[in-house]
């Protein structure tokens, strides 16, 4: 650690900002200290106050439910103590948000999102370049379309039941003025509507519905190009139109040495920079950004297209401290804020004219896990500050609030008035969400079944309150109204099924776990227009906050001893495979086997969630200590198993006593109600910290 304007910061932290993040910012390094020390001086005793605030909240709902074991829950007492408490707040006055110079992806576009550890700079680079996608290849490789490719090279029959599938979608996304596109013979194309063809690149048209590009390259000494009537060789979609870069759920980094390395690919990115080398199919390969991609006007004018998605960046919340930086009075300074620091004043050499991502000269960071208005404001506050320090003008930096607590979602209009110039995302997660539930009322009895939440009321109220009070803020055309992640990667077919719901609800964009997801995902966006569908949404109420509010408890039902073990296997299971990966390796999120071998997309949402579960059954007595101890053993035996083919890997059966994944999977649960909100980040990164040293005295 060395001394900088009062403040004790880790060397590796110090020597990036001032050897790599600073230059070219104008921004001298004592003016930044000094800066810092200022903003860590002002806004982290704050920080502390609303995070104990939060636990006063929870001791006061907990001595609700426990005054009243054994009773029926009374709604309306309930609501009306929430209200005394201080966690309902008044509703605001209607209002409209004000937020300005936001980039048209975020603003006036519909389209999928991409979520991507900011620590893996391949991933990183894949979603930024995720922007354009082969619907052909979407197709192609997945379970999109029925059957698989057969044989080592180019499936003839394969490719014809894609090039169907796509021309089918041209049909419905740029009809043609007669006939079908799988009936065109050249590349002589008249279009139903004229207007839908904007531009040429090469051999590829361009063409433009909902907002969305199509480009149909038409190609005849391409193999596919040389086979098809028209010579069309592949229909390329605009598909992750956006992505959020992850420091948190998504990432294990819990020291300074892991901060860096997240800050300096998240520079890279700022800067345009970024690549990465590595070995694919025997020969070594090594990938950077794409460029933009230029186009000719009809008129014969040039223009060009983003090459790739706008980059938000996810800062961790208020809760957690770092090592990386030690305040005056010696306690480690709050994470969340150092966040918003560093990468705002990355974010400057994108504004300074690189022009590497935002073209309105915005910095976009996502919050999470605020717990109400209180929360937002105070976020609004501290980028107020960081703007101030680092020389920007007001509400550059724009935020995007994740409806994921149960005291946001409850204060969802409050909220967005808190932050209502600077606010360009809201979005729901339902497992955090979940999570949060659960942990809220856990006092409240036992919860139902993990598989049978989504069933619940207070989700359904939770997913149409979030778009309906969105649309009455007045989000649409200026910010995204977001909807959750499709967790599994492989299960594409499903997904084409069922994620059309998004842009059903209203909603302006979806998380996907992957490009060639984004891609497809990107269809529904064709097959619904979003923004008309907004204003049919805002005609509506806003849907009941007693919904809302309805404790998802198991109310008078006995649950079956099979029932009781196949929900402990579930949730034991799930924990190990994602918290071995955590602890042993620092994977914070990556495609984990479920307990039927089927591939997930896991971050430590899904870890709260089946980590708050286990613990509100043991509390209220519908398994035992001894149970879960023995899930937790037989699922460790499953999970070692699945991970059997990576070589890294650390076998946990049989050494449960000295594995620290699975200590970790077992404190998550039997000390889950302790933990703040539930949330399971002070156990990983302790057990986490625990390790590193482990590693580091062995190479020693």
């Not at 069309?232 to 300074?256: G, K, M, Q, R």
């Not at 899930?631 to 035996?637: D, E, G, H």
């Not at 699945?642 to 998550?668: C, W």
């Amino acid at each position: 650690m060395i001394e900088k304007s009062g403040l004790q910061v880790a060397t590796p932290l110090a020597d990036f900002i001032e050897q790599r993040a600073l230059p070219g910012t104008g921004i001298a390094p004592d003016a930044f200290w000094t800066g810092v020390a200022d903003i860590f001086a002002r806004f982290a005793p704050e920080n502390a106050a609303l995070l104990r605030k939060r636990d006063t909240l929870q001791a006061q709902i907990d001595g609700w439910h426990e005054q009243r074991k054994g009773q029926p829950h009374d709604a309306a007492a309930y609501q009306a103590h929430l209200r005394d408490i201080g966690y309902l707040v008044p509703e605001p006055a209607p209002f409209a948000i004000g937020s300005e110079h936001v980039d048209d992806e975020v603003a006036r576009m519909a389209g999928p999102q991409l979520v991507v550890p900011i620590l893996n700079a391949r991933f990183l680079l894949n979603a930024a370049n995720a922007r354009w996608g082969s619907l052909y290849d979407a197709l192609y490789g997945t379970d999109a379309i029925p059957g698989a490719p057969t044989g080592k090279g180019y499936d003839a029959a394969r490719g014809a039941q894609v090039i169907a599938w796509a021309k089918a979608f041209l049909d419905d996304a740029i009809p043609l003025a007669n006939g079908s596109w799988a009936e065109l013979s050249s590349d002589d194309i008249a279009l139903a509507d004229p207007a839908q063809f904007i531009g040429t690149s090469g051999k590829g048209r361009l063409f433009r519905h909902n907002g969305l590009h199509i480009e149909v390259v038409f190609d005849r000494d391409h193999p596919i190009g040389a086979t098809d009537p028209a010579g069309i060789a592949d229909v390329i979609l605009e598909s992750a139109l956006t992505t959020i870069c992850d420091l948190e759920d998504s990432v294990a980094a819990v020291d300074a040495a892991d901060k860096v390395a997240a800050y300096t690919n998240w520079l890279g990115l700022m800067r345009g920079d970024l690549t990465e080398t590595f070995e694919k199919g025997g020969k070594m390969m090594t990938r950077a950004l794409n460029p933009d991609r230029a186009y000719s006007a009809p008129d014969g004018s040039a223009f060009t297209l983003a090459g790739r998605s706008l980059l938000f960046v996810r800062n961790v919340g208020h809760l957690m401290t770092t090592p990386a930086i030690r305040l005056p009075n010696g306690e480690e300074a709050p994470e969340g804020i150092l966040d918003g620091i560093v990468t705002s004043l990355i974010a400057l050499h994108d504004l300074n004219g690189r022009n590497a991502n935002s073209r309105a000269g915005s910095v976009y960071i996502v919050k999470p896990k605020m717990h109400g208005p209180e929360e937002a404001a105070f976020t609004n506050r501290l980028f107020d500050g960081i703007e101030d320090m680092l020389g920007m003008a007001r509400h550059t930096i724009k935020v995007g609030v994740m409806d994921e607590e149960r005291r946001t979602s409850a204060n969802l209009a409050a909220c967005i008035h808190a932050v209502r110039d600077r606010i360009v995302f809201i979005n729901t997660g339902f497992l955090d969400r979940t999570g949060d539930e659960m942990h809220t009322s856990m006092q409240a009895g036992p919860m139902i079944r993990k598989g049978e939440m989504k069933a619940s009321d207070w989700i359904a109220a939770y997913e149409d309150r979030n778009v309906q009070i969105g649309l009455a803020c007045g989000l649409s055309g200026r910010a995204q109204i977001g909807k959750g992640m499709w967790a599994a990667p492989d299960r594409m077919a499903d997904m084409l099924e069922q994620k059309v719901g998004h842009p059903k609800s209203g909603a302006t964009t979806a998380w996907v776990p992957s490009p060639t997801a984004a891609t497809l995902h990107a269809t529904h966006y064709h097959r619904i227009d979003v923004f008309t569908r907004q204003v049919e949404r805002a005609a509506e109420g806003i849907a009941p906050l007693d919904k809302l509010l309805t404790i998802p408890v198991a109310v008078g039902r006995n649950f079956s001893e099979e029932e009781i073990a196949q929900e402990l296997d579930n949730n034991a299971q799930g924990i190990l495979g994602y918290v071995v990966r955590w602890i042993d390796q620092g994977i914070g999120c990556s495609k984990v086997p479920d307990i039927h071998d089927i591939g997930l997309m896991e971050d430590r949402a899904t870890l709260r969630i089946s980590a708050q579960h286990m613990a509100n059954w043991l509390l209220h007595g519908i398994c035992t200590g001894e149970q879960i101890d023995a899930a937790l053993t037989r699922m460790a035996a499953k999970v070692d198993a699945q991970n059997a083919g990576d070589p890294l890997y650390q076998p946990m059966s049989g050494r449960e006593g000295k594995s620290l994944a699975f200590q970790a999977a077992r404190a998550l649960v039997f000390e889950g109600v302790a933990q703040p909100s539930g949330y399971t980040e002070p156990l990983l990164h302790a057990f986490r910290a625990q390790k590193k040293a482990e590693v580091e005295l062995e190479i020693a």
